[in-house]
């Protein structure tokens, strides 16, 4: 699933290709794709006429300002999931069998919303109304890691007395928004702590070494376009470089960049961990 960098690198290629963007045609191929309103016609019938103002995120999310006539016409939001992408076409192709959304401004460019898996879904919000009140899932999202609001105090209240693991506390989008498995594992390798460690029982200091090393690790990968693992693509069809420096994700068996012990890879919560059972303790 993308993750804080990937989503951030389709919202900056979305601001610079898809800002001004006025919308001509929608044509929704998938209902499931529309999560609100309820009716796929009516996703596309308040969409057409307007024009993309700006796009913003919030953890996963991605959000457009919408104006019409000059007035406000509301938001677009969309959340990618596992394998949800956007492709800037400026000549005309055949969907193929993954393409559920298509968008056209008048010029007949077109913005095409490909979803291997289908867990993709797109919102419209009403003028005035509250973002929360249509995207519910942004009411349950933590502060962003990079505000202020996410620091090492923080992080030391909500976890006070936690017995689940910090890998796990880690993944819960109520304590932090946008990380994930990718950059979860990395930055525990980065700050030292192994997965399994129960959340509250990881010291100040060590807590201290976490925010600094999610910070880097997330601006790192921005830095170069997110990830190259799983399907992540950016508006021109490229992934991301970030996967060729990864420490631990996805290197179980593999020797450890520091020490050269072999990383393993255990399963917490569901999910794979892949730690350096060495230099994490």
């Known amino acids: 699933m993308p993750e804080l960098p990937e989503v951030e690198t389709v919202r900056r290629g979305l601001e610079r290709q898809v800002v001004g963007f006025e919308i001509a045609r929608v044509e929704v191929r998938r209902a499931r ?8 016609v009516l996703f596309c019938a308040a969409l057409e006429g307007c024009r993309v103002e700006a796009w ?4 996963k999310y991605l959000l457009a300002e919408l104006s019409q006539q000059g007035q406000d016409a509301g938001h ?3 959340h990618l999931r596992m394998t949800g992408q956007f492709l800037w076409m400026t000549d005309a192709q055949p969907p193929c069998s993954h393409t559920r959304v298509q968008i056209w401004d008048r010029n007949g460019q077109e913005l095409r919303f490909v979803d291997t898996r289908s867990f993709g879904e797109m919102w419209w919000v009403p003028p005035g109304a509250p973002l929360e009140s249509v995207i519910t899932g942004l009411k349950k999202l933590g502060p962003e890691p990079f ?38 594992d990395e930055s525990l390798f980065m700050s030292g702590i192994a997965p399994h460690t129960p959340s509250g029982r990881v010291g100040r200091p060590k807590l201290e070494k ?45 020797p450890c960049r520091q020490c050269d012990t072999p990383i393993r890879r255990d399963k917490l919560g569901g999910r794979s961990s892949h730690w350096c059972p060495s230099c994490q303790s």
């Open 33 to 40: 794709a529309i999560a609100a309103p309820p009716e796929p």
């Open 56 to 59: 913003k995120r919030r953890g």
């Open 76 to 78: 677009w939001g969309v």
């Open 147 to 184: 505000s202020d609001a996410f620091n090492p105090s923080y992080l030391k209240a909500k976890l006070a007395g936690s017995t689940r693991p910090i890998k796990n506390a880690l993944l819960d989008q109520a304590l932090v928004a946008g990380v994930g498995n990718i950059y979860a």
């Open 210 to 254: 976490l925010h600094a090393a999610l910070v880097e690790v997330l601006e790192t990968s921005i830095g170069v376009g997110g990830t190259t693992f799983s399907d992540f693509r950016d508006l021109t069809g490229t992934n991301g470089n970030y996967g060729n420096a990864a420490w631990v994700y996805r290197r179980g068996g593999e």
